[in-house]
């Protein structure tokens, strides 16, 4: 086993492989998402990791990232170079389901509300 050093990291991604986003293509949006990072040349700058079920199943595939604690959804592999233009620049984009804003993670109108986690 090892560390990676993440001196130099800005952002973290986290890429959903539970069986509802892994029926979404959740593998391929993972190998696409880290082949754009390394293409880019920014291996450094980005930290992905492969998740279990992020408790999204209506919005498979979903990724997020931090620091800004965005999350996305219904991500394709096709989708790779615009989530990381995203991730870096920010703005506006459809594919943005939840943000955080005032330290309150707020939901885009018109996503799935969902069911209580104390249900």
């Avoid at 979404?24 to 992905?48: C, F, M, N, P, Y």
């Avoid at 984009?93 to 109108?109: F, I, M, P, Y």
């Amino acid at each position: 086993m090892f560390s990676w050093d993440l001196s130099k990291t800005n952002h973290h991604i986290l890429i959903c492989n539970g069986n509802s986003c892994l029926k979404e293509q959740g593998e391929e949006v993972t190998e696409a998402i880290r082949e754009a990072i390394s293409s880019r040349g920014l291996d450094e700058k980005i930290h992905t990791s492969k998740t279990y079920c992020d408790g999204r199943c209506d919005d498979a595939c979903v990724v997020i990232s931090y620091p800004t604690g965005t999350w996305y959804q219904k991500i394709t592999p096709s989708d790779t170079n615009k989530l990381l233009d995203h991730v870096l620049d920010g703005g506006k984009w459809e594919k943005v389901s939840h943000q955080w804003q005032n330290g309150v993670l707020v939901r885009k109108e018109g996503v799935v509300v969902g069911k209580s986690k104390l249900e």
